[in-house]
């Protein structure tokens, strides 16, 4: 890749939609948090706990990502998490970010859920005032617990409803189809939030279907696995389903096995509305512009990828239509400058 790709892979205004805001724990970060609140880690040094970064699979990654979350206690832990992914996802000029978030990893430890989003709201709030990004909140469901723990964390929320735009499905994918969720979602639906599921990650493409059918999601998570079947794949495609592929996440939990192996350019020469997002950055290696590189660098994707990408990031958000407008008059702005510049 040559060094002008890169620098406007870097340089360009982006939006991130899949990103997990306890998976931007730095591995710093926990240990300043535990020491704040007593809690006693199973690793002795950061170092230590970098190692046991080496995943095989996706269960092997979410039991290190929870025990990493075990250090979140306060609503200023909360913000101060959040606070430093943003200032983070600024530098790699992300406008815009839909960060999940997972409150039963966070309830279920006697965390009161007050405290994880107004923590996580104060950071959104001071990030568009202080560094000009704009970001909203989605609210995950753990998919190995049941649906009944799933409809109490709504209860929960539902006070909090003016602080999040949407509900999201996440953790161990294997043996928890979408369907199970099927009522919480319906419920949500009334409750006019945004829906979204991570589906055909490690789950077969019959997962992102179910997601679609039964749970009226308007966004998949990775669904990457789709490319298994060639009408799920033109659907997606024609009703402009967005599916946000995460690259290092999808190497680093050996759903590819390198990335030249990853299947991000026949997503998009299948007409999908593709967008490129850093997953858990801090366990895989890398924030948003990371996963752009590797991506770039290990497939042939050339200019006008970037910019398709760019400008998917944008339309697949849920941002009103007038905002969306705005960004993508940007990351067009953005274009012209940098031909006339080449
Ligand atoms: N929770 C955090 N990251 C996840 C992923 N990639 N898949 C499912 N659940 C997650
Ligand atoms: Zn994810």
Not at 4 to 20: D, F
Not at 131 to 160: K, T, Y
Not at 241 to 258: Q, Y
Not at 264 to 280: E, H, P, R, Y
Request: glycine fraction near 6%.
């Amino acid at each position: 890749m040559d060094d002008l790709l890169r620098e406007t892979l870097q340089a360009m205004p982006k939006a991130e939609l899949h990103i997990h805001i306890e998976g931007s724990l730095e591995p710093e970060l926990i240990f300043l948090l535990a020491k704040r609140n007593n809690v006693v880690l199973p690793y002795p040094s950061v170092e230590d706990l970098r190692r046991a970064y080496a995943f095989e699979d996706l269960q092997s990654f979410l039991d290190i990502y929870y025990a990493g979350a075990s250090v979140l206690l306060t609503e200023q832990d909360f913000y101060d998490m959040t606070w430093a992914y943003l200032r983070r996802a600024a530098a790699d000029n992300v406008r815009h970010a839909e960060i999940f978030f997972d409150p039963q990893t966070h309830t279920a430890r006697g965390v009161k859920f007050s405290a994880v989003i107004d923590g996580i709201d104060r950071a959104l709030h001071d990030a568009r005032e202080q560094l000009g990004i704009s970001g909203a909140l989605i609210m995950c469901f753990l998919r190995h617990l049941s649906e009944q723990d799933a409809f109490d964390v709504l209860e929960q929320a539902l006070p909090h409803r003016a602080k999040f735009i949407g509900v999201g499905l996440d953790s161990s994918e294997k043996g928890h189809p979408p369907e199970k969720f099927t009522r919480v979602f319906a419920r949500c639906k009334e409750a006019g939030l945004r829906l979204v599921a991570h589906a055909g990650e490690e789950g077969p493409p019959a997962y992102i279907q179910t997601a679609l059918d039964r749970l009226n999601v308007e966004r998949i998570d990775h669904g990457v696995r789709c490319l298994e079947d060639p009408a799920l794949t033109q659907r997606l495609a024609r009703e402009r389903i967005p599916l946000t592929v995460c690259p290092l996440s999808n190497i680093k939990l050996r759903v590819f096995d390198r990335m030249p192996d990853h299947n991000l350019l026949k997503l998009l020469d299948a007409g999908i509305v593709v967008t490129i997002n850093s997953d858990d950055p801090a366990y895989f290696g890398g924030y948003i512009n990371a996963n752009f590189v590797a991506a770039f660098e290990a497939l042939p994707l050339q200019r006008q990828h970037a910019y398709q990408l760019a400008r998917n990031g944008f339309d697949a958000s849920f941002l009103d239509s007038g905002t969306k407008q705005r960004y993508l008059d940007q990351v067009d702005a953005f274009f012209t400058s940098e031909t006339n510049r080449a």
